[in-house]
């Protein structure tokens, strides 16, 4: 009986606690803190699953010392876990079937391109899928966060170049404990004691924070270099597993930038461009933020927007506007955690068009970059019910497209757009061709221009026409490219000639032996301009 009573006595015990953990937890911030309500620690309980336990156990040992900043912060980040998490990326055929396949086993980029192409002709058409996706909620362990807030908050208050960072920049810039959506794993210790010495210098120094962050940064970019072989490896490397490898693609060598940065208390964010609008590929870098959170960098290439990682939803990305039941957004679009910062970058324009009319049930249309020798959605707008769209925060001197996203796939819903300043916007759809003609002859020389690499800090020259080659000539007509003829490039590497070219459109120059990477152009003042 007295077993009994003991057992009876635990019992009521533990659910007296586990009531004060919530009641203690779920109270709200101090005034002065960011204000993050109960329905959202309460959101993020429930989708914590069995692992909840260590969730309010984080935020319970944080409230109970009574300091209100640090309880500020935990509920902060824990309002916001939702969401985050690691994503696997495998190779994988149209039916979602994994093929075994490892980039870095191969001994450059040539050759892992090259074994996927003899795994297609084997399994037919693949690609890079996440095929699973492990939620923080579901695995994070309330020691884990602990650490991480207290050597966050340390950093914050102790160093002397952080005395201007608002609160609301720390828990963005500083606070989180993950770069993407790598492996989960700690970093801040390991980090803090590689720049121990120089943090002793920066204090020795009374270093500003823009000094201190150039110096974090220069040390980080000594950790891991980039590899173009990782572009076959999507999957972004732990912290952990670049300090085996050293070596990573620009996502990766970024977050190794920003790991240094966040531990030195440096307020400091990942932006990026999804699609360059000049070239293939894509970019991500690190940016030194002021207190407020505001910076920027330099810009290599050409891009209609540039975008800004960050840990919490923001309000004008499309996730936070596009309700569940509507159609799928395209990829990263339909995410809730980047902002659009391309303003911070120069001057932008704005473009309103009447587009064709929308797909039943679809109210938003896309501004698509030529990347890659496909359309990419990279900027978004509302379409009234007059078919009206207004595009905003656009940098300058871009090809761009307007399309829907129907079933997956880009459907054109205008003429191409050559994106001016001042909003002076030129629309290639045939239209303002010479009185007297709307066909012109053309001689073309080149089917790339000279493109800068920031990855691999080489330019890629300009691509001539190869003596000998044939090329195809197709315009952008319609909503499709339209194929205007074929010709041979003279055997003397001459430029290859084209009659009776549509005026006042887009052209686009191809080889069989290309890979889609020649860029698009337009013919000015009987010059070829490449977009």
């Given at each position: ?10 019992i009521a ?16 911030p ?25 969730i ?8 109970q ?35 075994p396949?490892d ?19 084997e ?6 899928k ?50 993407t ?10 980090v ?13 120094e ?43 693609r ?6 190794v ?20 609008a ?9 940016v ?9 960098a330099?810009l ?27 159609p799928?957004?395209p ?18 324009v ?6 064709e009319a ?28 007059q078919?009206?769209?207004r595009?905003?925060?656009l940098?300058?001197n871009?090809?761009?497209l ?11 819903a ?10 002076e ?29 920031h ?11 190869k ?11 319609n ?12 055997e ?7 009659a ?14 290309g ?11 009987g ?5």
């Amino acid at each position: 009986r007295l077993q009994q009573t003991f057992k009876l006595c635990v019992i009521a015990l533990l659910a007296s606690c586990q009531s004060a953990w919530k009641t203690t937890l779920l109270m709200p911030p101090p005034p002065d803190a960011i204000a993050v309500s109960n329905d959202k620690i309460n959101a993020a309980l429930l989708k914590a699953g069995n692992n909840e336990w260590q969730i309010e156990r984080f935020l319970n040992d944080a409230a109970q010392t009574h300091d209100d900043e640090k309880l500020a912060a935990a509920r902060w980040l824990v309002a916001n876990m939702p969401g985050q998490g690691f994503a696997r990326y495998e190779l994988v055929t149209k039916d979602m079937k994994p093929i075994p396949f490892d980039a870095v086993a191969c001994e450059n980029l040539a050759a892992a391109q090259a074994l996927v192409a003899k795994l297609e002709k084997e399994h037919g058409e693949l690609d890079f899928k996440v095929t699973k996706f492990v939620e923080d909620l579901s695995v994070i362990e309330a020691e884990f966060l602990t650490t991480n807030l207290e050597l966050s908050l340390s950093a914050w208050r102790t160093n002397p170049w952080c005395k201007d960072m608002t609160f609301q920049t720390f828990c963005e810039r500083v606070l989180p404990y993950r770069g993407t959506n790598e492996p989960l794993g700690a970093w801040r210790e390991d980090v803090l004691s590689r720049l121990a010495p120089l943090r002793e210098h920066w204090i020795s120094e009374n270093s500003p924070a823009q000094s201190v962050g150039q110096s974090a940064m220069a040390a980080a970019t000594a950790w891991v270099a980039f590899k173009d072989i990782y572009y076959m490896h999507p999957q972004d490397q732990s912290w952990s597993e670049m300090c085996v490898s050293k070596a990573g693609r620009c996502e990766d060598i970024s977050n190794v930038t920003s790991f240094a940065l966040h531990a030195s208390g440096i307020a400091a964010a990942s932006d990026y461009v999804p699609a360059w609008a000049d070239r293939d590929n894509n970019h991500t870098w690190d940016v030194l933020l002021d207190g407020n959170g505001k910076g920027s960098a330099g810009l290599f290439n050409r891009t209609l927007k540039v975008y800004r990682k960050n840990f919490s939803p923001q309000p004008d990305a499309l996730g936070s506007a596009r309700a569940k039941d509507e159609p799928a957004a395209p990829g990263w679009l339909r995410g809730d955690t980047y902002s659009d910062v391309t303003d911070q970058y120069g001057d932008t324009v704005e473009l309103d068009r009447t587009l064709e009319a929308a797909p039943e049930g679809h109210r938003f249309a896309y501004l698509c970059v030529f990347n890659g020798g496909d359309w990419t959605p990279l900027a978004w707008s509302q379409v009234n019910p007059q078919g009206q769209a207004r595009f905003t925060k656009l940098r300058a001197n871009v090809l761009a497209l307007p399309a829907y996203f129907v079933d997956g796939k880009v459907k054109p819903a205008g003429p191409p757009v050559l994106v001016r300043e001042k909003s002076e916007h030129s629309w290639l759809d045939g239209a303002g061709a010479s009185a007297d003609k709307n066909e012109i002859e053309i001689e073309i020389a080149a089917v790339r221009p000279d493109t800068p690499d920031h990855d691999t800090q080489i330019t890629r020259p300009r691509l001539p026409v190869k003596a000998g080659a044939e090329y195809t000539l197709q315009s952008w007509c319609n909503g499709a490219w339209k194929e205007v003829g074929k010709a041979a490039a003279p055997e003397d590497g001459s430029a290859v000639a084209f009659a009776h070219v549509p005026a006042n459109q887009l052209l686009w120059l191809t080889t069989p032996d290309g890979n889609n990477l020649e860029r698009p152009f337009t013919i000015e003042n009987g010059k070829q301009v490449f977009w």
